[in-house]
């Protein structure tokens, strides 16, 4: 139904900044809350950030002031700013969305979404 695909990932530098981008496609009405998530080898996947389509967003402590999380409803697209990154950045960052469907009631939750991955790799 819903297909995500994130893109921008790739090698950077310890400090630098990168922005991965997730884009929606497919047959669907409406995305609600987005977010991003990320899966470092031998570790389980974690939250590193979500925004809701008002753009209130939540964040991780360990990215706190160094990540942001931003969305274009028009576009259907959810960012990731990553600002002053570190070795311990490195991960497979997924992109992932609950998708809405209209009833006679309002919206409602009808499924989620999650994007192949993107690897970030930052260079100690």
């Known amino acids: 139904q819903v297909q995500l695909v994130e893109s921008g990932g790739g090698l950077v530098q310890a400090g630098g900044s990168l922005r991965l981008s997730c884009a929606a496609s497919?047959?669907?009405?409406?995305?609600?809350?987005m977010g991003w998530y990320r899966q470092a080898p031998g570790k389980q996947r974690e939250l590193v950030a979500t925004?809701?389509?008002?753009?209130?967003?939540n964040y991780a402590d360990s990215v706190k002031g160094r990540f942001t999380i931003s969305r274009d409803n028009v576009k259907n697209t959810v960012y990731l700013h990553m600002n002053s990154l570190k070795h311990e950045h490195t991960a497979v960052y997924y992109c992932?969305?609950?998708?809405?469907?209209?009833?006679?009631?309002?919206?409602?939750?009808?499924?989620?979404?999650w994007g192949q991955g993107t690897q970030l790799t930052v260079s100690s």
């Open positions: 925004v809701t389509r008002d753009g209130n967003t």
């Open positions: 992932h969305a609950c998708v809405l469907m209209p009833t006679s009631r309002g919206w409602s939750p009808a499924d989620d979404s």
């Open positions: 497919g047959t669907f009405f409406r995305l609600d809350t």
